[in-house]
């Protein structure tokens, strides 16, 4: 690889990161009522998948933003914090994968909940820019921050859906 | 035009910034809050700890002694880096968490912060900083809602509780 495709490949991956970083934050600032969904579009391509064990699911702008209304109805306090980053830029420079772990404190119902995980995400680049198109969310616990985790690691006191 | 050694000069600016706030959470932690910290910040800094303003290093100086914890562990994630046109300083925003002892009690605390950073000569310090406080409090409560201190019968009754015992 010549030394110009080579700093290329470390600009998109820390551009990746950045875009990670700013799509959790403002989902967060929309479910602590700080933002608009509009800030959130500049982010995702339109046809952008979320997906979630026990979150939801949504497949395109529309129906994620019908999941986010859902989401904030419910919970009214969410920080994403992310780690253990691993990104790989496509051939071509067109497309990447990122993980992540993430741990969430988050509030739902009035009670204080933890969710730990991993994101399993890709992303597309459109006019110089990364945007989100899949967003897979693996939820390792989800628990009650008042009993803390243990066997099931995802509480039965979860709602099927929200 | 952007040549190739601009480039990976702000990639090297980028990758130094992140170290640095990485190396700021270790010197919060070292003390807890000795006033080692100071030399992270710039001559004439600002912080909003959310609760209230201090303008200056004296300032600041009274505001890391008056912290109450006697052990405290910060973590820095979620860094988004707007650095300026020059390459001299930099818009920064963050989400912190931190877990801490406070007369007895363990204690969590989670944050989002925004500041500016200053290059000086290579080395990046703060020198605006904002910070919004989501979450601070007692790791536990008990059924008055008070803190449970460390190793108390009222922490042994709470852990039996959690177990199932």
């Known amino acids: 690889m010549v ?18 970083a700013r799509f959790v934050e403002r989902f967060d600032e929309i479910v602590n009522a700080r933002s608009t969904f509009v800030s959130l579009d500049e ?32 919970v009214k306090f969410s920080l994403q914090f992310l780690a253990g980053h691993d990104v790989q830029v496509q051939g071509g420079r067109e497309s990447a994968l990122g993980d992540w772990t993430v741990w969430q404190p988050l509030t739902l119902d ?6 730990a995980g991993r994101f399993h995400d890709s992303f597309v680049r459109c006019d110089e820019q990364w945007r989100i198109n899949h967003v897979r969310l693996t939820e390792a616990v989800l628990a009650p921050w008042d009993t803390g985790w243990h066997e099931p690691l995802v509480s039965p006191e979860w709602p099927d859906t929200l | 035009m952007t040549t190739l050694e601009e480039r990976v000069r702000r990639l090297e600016k980028r990758g ?14 070292d003390g807890p809050y000795g006033l080692e910290v100071l030399d992270d910040w710039t001559a004439d800094p600002f912080l909003d700890s959310g609760s209230a303003t201090f303008s200056g290093r004296e300032n600041l100086a009274r505001f890391y002694e008056s912290l109450p914890a006697s052990f405290v562990i910060h973590y820095f994630t979620n860094l988004v880096v707007e650095l300026d046109q020059s390459g001299a300083s930099a818009t920064v925003r963050c ?33 605006h900083w904002e910070q919004v406080v989501h979450l601070d409090g007692p790791l536990h409560r008990n059924d008055q809602g008070h803190a449970v201190p460390k190793g108390t019968p009222q922490e042994a009754q709470r852990r039996g509780n959690d177990s199932g015992a």
Not at chain 1, 3 to 20: H, N, S, T, W, Y
Not at chain 1, 49 to 69: P, T, Y
């Open chain 1, 3 to 20: 030394l110009e495709d080579r700093i290329c490949e470390l600009e998109d991956i820390d551009a990746i990161l950045q875009a990670k």
């Open chain 1, 43 to 74: 982010l995702t391509t339109e046809d952008v998948v979320w997906e979630s064990g026990h979150f939801g699911v949504a497949r395109g702008r529309h129906q994620f933003h019908e999941l986010l209304e859902r989401y904030r109805s419910r």
């Open chain 1, 110 to 115: 009035r009670q204080p909940w933890i969710m």
């Open chain 2, 16 to 29: 130094a910034l992140t170290r640095a706030m990485y190396a700021h959470a270790v010197r919060c932690d």
């Open chain 2, 95 to 127: 989400y912190g968490f931190e877990a801490a002892t406070i007369r007895g009690c363990p204690e969590v605390g989670a944050f989002t912060d925004r500041f500016i950073a200053m290059d000086s000569a290579g080395r990046w310090t703060w020198h």
